[in-house]
């Protein structure tokens, strides 16, 4: 892959980093947003946590040591768990499943940036 192709792929893991920071920062000091978006503090919360660290560990790995195959797989895990998402929680008007969506909607352009670069 050039450079070209792998544009929107490394936004991806950028944006998972810009997005993942703070976000995981706010769950692990327990910021008051958090209960809001998040719901109260439960071992599903710090499940989730652990999910989204797992994430950005990756998404920081995969940005200096870049791998289409494995970028791919992380990307195709996170958009199937952001669209699932709202049909699980039942509702579309959670500030987190609202920016899971856009999230989602990106990650798809570079999968498809990733997928069309298949010989």
């Not at 792929?9 to 993942?20: A, D, E, G, M, T």
């Not at 692990?28 to 719901?39: A, E, P, Q």
């Not at 200096?64 to 768990?81: E, G, I, N, R």
């Not at 990650?107 to 498809?112: D, V």
């Amino acid at each position: 892959m050039d450079s070209k192709q792998m544009l929107f792929p490394k936004l991806s893991l950028i944006l998972n980093i810009l997005v993942l920071i703070p976000v995981c920062t706010s769950l692990l000091l327990k910021f008051s947003w958090v209960n809001d978006s998040f719901g109260i503090e439960s071992p599903a919360r710090g499940i989730l946590l652990s999910i989204y660290l797992a994430i950005l560990l990756f998404s920081v790995v995969l940005l200096f040591k870049f791998d289409p195959k494995f970028v791919m797989a992380l990307l195709l895990v996170q958009v199937v768990y952001k669209v699932l998402s709202p049909i699980m929680v039942g509702s579309l008007t959670n500030p987190v499943i609202i920016s899971n969506l856009f999230i989602a909607l990106f990650h798809s352009y570079s999968i498809w940036k990733l997928a069309s670069n298949k010989g």
